[in-house]
């Protein structure tokens, strides 16, 4: 099991990793200006920026300080930031632990009820409920989020005042203090990211249903809630888990725009103030753990899709 | 069973339409079916594709597709006006009355449910039954042992897909028994099965009707099954019931012309030659009232080439799939010729390694040992990319399934243009290709959807036709086909052999079809050959066990002898053993060294050759009944 199926992925999984690194620090070295000119503002003289470039080792050749980075990388050691000069772990932490939140409050909600969706859509083919659930859906997958979390605003904060509109708690809020105003960024994520769910389910649904095994199962005289749960959900799961896993990694990862719009202290608004300021190290570091998380998220859905299949569990041969 | 209902028909269809529509037109896929069938009696329905006879019998259990509308008429199943159920009414119905046995039971089992469970979901209105785990247990474990299953108690927490293809029926009839049916209703259950394992589920389903009586309705193209299992048949042509009444009758002294044609069109183990096909002008001017001689009505005989050159030498060639070092090879040793103009057939059940051989020749699959020549003269490389474009050009395949192997958004023209292009052949046209399988030249336009299945399967032809190959691989390209234009492709090859002196490879499961169009055969099992000859000489009175046991499993008309094979012994084993005979573990004849020595090449005459331990005298026809009986 593991040589066959884990231990190949596995290899991919760290190529994929070094390779995104690699990518972020070129794109870095790419665009005008660095840390040390960012920090000294435009009034700052020559001398003065190079010999801050000199105290923050930007100095040296890149290929050098990517590979130096590497080396503290895989020791676990990811550097102080360039601004603050603090270690990036505790800061990146914090960050990853609201975005956490954040995506477990949507994926726990938000794609349960977009499986349920998908799956009543399915069922309902080409009626009502599917017609409905269907257009919103596809309302889901053509608008984007930050329309979808302008028009939340507008309803929930501004013509009814439910929810407040942003964050207002700062960088260092505690979860207790950021629970508030939790739904409308929740909200905005799930919003978005269900519309694949509920499209790929419903498929899948709709697949399952004009199955051979469905038809006889119905032919057997039992009720359609046991047809359902029994006979169709468990095939029409399994293609739906990879859509799962991908939106689970955006969420980690990717959440950029729904968190500056709400100013949520999450991973997303860290890094485009990161990106703003060249701090080089956060940068690496949540490319780092957005790489990790799509990876293993993938990984996770093949191992949830191997262990859910018995075709897969059990080989035909195994007596 | 009351006495009140008993006297009941099971099953009472009268002057039944249904339709669908195609826009505001009403098209009727069953027009003014009457049928009737008392408790205990089997009803065969029999029909080509298209017939109606699968939508007729998913009615019986009140399904339809979703499209399709009752448009006059009634059914009464087990006293039950079927269409005026619903609700819990219907579930019951369905629960208790009546049951299907599903055409491929692979597909029909839920995949994600163990065996338990989806038997426990049918007999859930047995309170008795479903009382204790341990009841549903014991209750699940006497229907397989009633299908005969082997080691029941094991299968029950196992997967659908854990069981051979042969096994997967026996719990689809032991699901559908589940219920104590008053009606069994059988769509195709054999189809798609080797012959062997048809003869087997065939016989089990004989027992069960002997021991439980219920009436049955059985779904089938096959004349034969439907001879063996059925006392009364109805042949369906059109959505008509063009004939009915007892099974011996209709089918000794046929009325109607397409059940003449049927009956015709069949072609039979033992008699050679290429059978009529039906002609479906003949029939059609009949509902007219009028007459029409039929184009053609004698059984073709066809004669192998004598002397022509080897388009294809094989000699030794060795197939492994398998990772582990000493594991048995897939294919061992296999020699094999094909001469110009000749018909050869590659027999064997699956996993008999007929279509890895195929493959290997074709250049889709590696060896590990062996070697190919083309022409006498070209050493065949072992894979596509290292093969010469004439190499390429001189062997070509023709698909099982042409509704899969053309493209469906490509024309005519398209697919078989593609080869007089790709080896850029001048003097030919795709009109000329299609004339040579007697198409006319207008279908160069048309999309594969807007042709019939064996037109499908001209085209097929015509593509490889047209890069004038030496050598045509054609894996089972009538097992898709009715029966009626069977003939017609047979024929069409063996015109094609002959004029274009082409030599076909042609793997098939079916001996009856073998019979028909064969000039040699070579008979595999588990990747070894065990018998050559010529087709006479196949068919004839000296059998390796393995081809005897293949000739008796085969279900012919008016035949009332296939026999069936032990449980256990009806299929074929997962691989190959490492040493001695492949057909060891299910030879009668068997013998010590059997299991151990690779049995030699006997031969019978100088084209007839046996590899078996067992003296010929104990292989020859009427002595082999009584040398089985010795063992």
């Known amino acids: 099991m593991f040589t066959r199926f884990v231990a190949p992925r596995l290899g991919w999984a760290i190529a994929t990793i070094v390779l995104s690194t690699v990518l972020v620090f070129s794109a870095m ?69 609201n975005t956490s939140f954040l995506a477990g409050v949507t994926i726990l909600v938000g794609f349960s009820l977009a499986m349920v969706l998908g799956l009543v859509a399915g069922l309902f083919r080409d009626r009502w409920p599917d017609a409905l659930i269907s257009t919103v859906a596809l309302v889901g997958m053509s608008v984007p989020e930050f329309i979808v979390a302008t028009l939340l605003v507008l309803a929930f904060s501004i013509t ?59 032919l057997k005289g039992i009720t359609t809630g046991r047809l359902v749960i029994r006979h169709v959900v468990p095939s029409a799961v399994l293609p739906t888990l990879n859509v799962v896993a991908m939106n689970i990694a955006w969420l980690i990862g990717g959440v950029v725009v729904v968190e500056s719009i709400f100013n949520y202290p999450g991973m997303g608004s860290l890094m485009i103030r990161s990106v703003q300021s060249r701090d080089l190290p956060t940068i690496l570091l949540i490319t780092v753990i957005g790489a990790v998380t799509f990876v293993a998220c993938n990984l996770l859905a093949d191992l949830a899709a191997t262990f859910l299949n018995p075709r897969l569990r059990y080989p035909r041969n195994s007596k | 069973m009351t006495a009140t209902q008993s006297e009941h028909l099971a099953i009472d269809i009268q002057n039944l339409d249904v339709a669908y529509m195609a826009g505001t037109r009403q098209v009727n896929v069953l027009q003014g079916v009457n049928l009737a069938l008392r408790p205990g009696e089997v009803l065969g329905l029999v029909g080509e594709s298209g017939s109606g006879k699968s939508t007729l019998a998913g009615i019986l259990l009140a399904s339809l597709r979703t499209s399709s509308f009752i448009a006059r008429g009634t059914v009464h199943v087990a006293g039950a006006d079927v269409f005026k159920l619903k609700g819990k009414g219907l579930r019951d119905f369905r629960a208790s009355q009546v049951a299907l046995v599903p055409q491929n039971a692979g597909a029909a089992l839920t995949p994600t449910m163990r065996i338990a469970d989806q038997l426990a979901e049918a007999f859930r209105s047995d309170d008795a039954s479903t009382a204790t785990r341990a009841a549903r247990r014991s209750r699940a474990i006497e229907l397989l042992r009633l299908v005969r299953l082997p080691n029941p108690a094991a299968a029950l927490d196992k997967y659908p897909h854990q069981f051979s293809g042969g096994q997967q029926q026996r719990i689809g009839i032991a699901m559908a028994l589940a219920a104590r049916p008053a009606i069994l209703v059988l769509d195709e259950p054999t189809t798609g099965l080797d012959v062997v394992t048809q003869a087997a589920i065939l016989d089990t389903l004989s027992r069960l009707h002997a021991e439980l009586g219920m009436a049955m309705v059985l779904v089938s193209h096959d004349l034969g099954v439907i001879d063996k299992m059925c006392t009364h048949v109805a ?88 990772r582990k070092p000493h594991g ?85 023209r398209d697919a078989v243009n593609r080869p007089l292009r790709l080896f850029g052949i001048r003097g030919s046209s795709v009109e000329a290709a299609l004339a040579d399988v007697d198409l006319p030249g207008s279908f160069a336009q048309r999309l594969p959807g807007q042709l019939s299945g064996g037109q499908r399967q001209r085209v097929g032809i015509a593509r490889a036709v047209a890069a004038g190959p030496s050598l045509v691989l054609a894996d089972e390209i009538v097992s898709a086909l009715d029966v009626s234009v069977q003939s017609s492709i047979l024929r069409l090859m063996d015109r094609l052999a002959r004029e274009k002196d082409l030599g076909f490879l042609f793997i098939t499961h079916d001996l009856a079809v073998v019979r028909a169009i064969a000039d040699r055969v070579v008979v595999l099992y588990l990747g070894r050959i065990v018998e050559e000859g010529t087709v006479d000489e196949i068919f004839g009175s000296i059998s390796h066990p393995y081809t005897r046991l293949l000739l008796d499993a085969v279900i012919e008309l008016g035949d009332d002898h296939a026999s ?17 005979c492949p057909f060891a573990s299910r030879c009668p004849l068997v013998m010590d060294v059997c299991r151990t020595v690779r049995p030699p090449v006997v031969p019978v005459s100088a084209t007839h050759s046996i590899r078996c331990h067992a003296p010929l005298n104990n292989l020859r026809l009427d002595l082999a009944e009584s040398a089985t009986g010795l063992v």
């Open chain 1, 29 to 97: 070295q790419a665009l005008p200006g660095d840390a040390a000119t960012q920090i000294l503002g435009q009034n700052a003289t020559p001398e003065a920026v190079a010999t801050l470039r000199r105290q923050l080792g930007l100095d040296q050749a890149p290929v050098a300080r990517f590979v130096t980075w590497l080396g503290h990388a895989l020791t676990g050691n990811f550097g102080t930031s360039l601004v603050s000069g603090q270690a990036v772990g505790p800061e990146v932490g914090r960050a990853l632990l």
């Open chain 2, 328 to 412: 048995a090879p897939t294919v061992l040793d296999v020699d094999l010729d094909v001469h110009a103009g000749e018909i050869v057939a590659l027999v064997g059940e699956s996993g008999s390694g007929k279509s890895t051989i195929a493959n290997v020749i074709a250049g889709l699959q590696g060896t590990k040992a062996g070697v190919l020549t083309l022409d006498g003269e070209t050493e065949l490389a072992a894979t596509v990319p290292r093969r010469a474009k004439a190499v390429r050009r001189a062997i070509q395949i023709i698909f099982q399934n042409a509704d899969t192997s053309l493209n469906p958004r490509q024309t005519v």
């Open chain 1, 160 to 218: 009814i005042p439910l929810f407040p509109a942003v964050v207002v708690a700062g960088q260092n809020a505690t979860i207790g203090q950021l629970l508030p105003s939790m739904p409308l960024p929740a909200l905005s994520l799930m919003f978005v990211a269900a519309a694949y769910i509920i499209r790929m389910m419903r498929t899948s649904v709709i697949d399952v249903m004009e199955s051979d095994f469905v038809h006889t199962a119905r």
């Open chain 2, 235 to 322: 042949v369906l042509r059109q959505g008509k019931v063009v004939e009915s009444g007892p099974t011996k009758d209709v089918l000794a002294h046929p009325s109607h012309p397409y059940t003449r044609g049927l009956l015709a069109s069949v072609p039979r183990i033992n008699a050679p030659g290429i059978p009529p096909s039906l002609d479906d002008a003949v029939i059609d001017a009949y509902e007219r009232g009028e007459t029409l001689p039929a184009a053609e009505s004698a059984v073709y005989e066809r004669t192998a080439p004598v002397g022509t050159p080897p388009v294809l030498t094989v000699r030794g060639l060795t197939v492994d799939y398998n």
């Open chain 2, 564 to 580: 069936a094979p032990a449980p256990g012994q009806d299929e074929v084993p997962d691989g190959p053993p490492e040493q001695g």
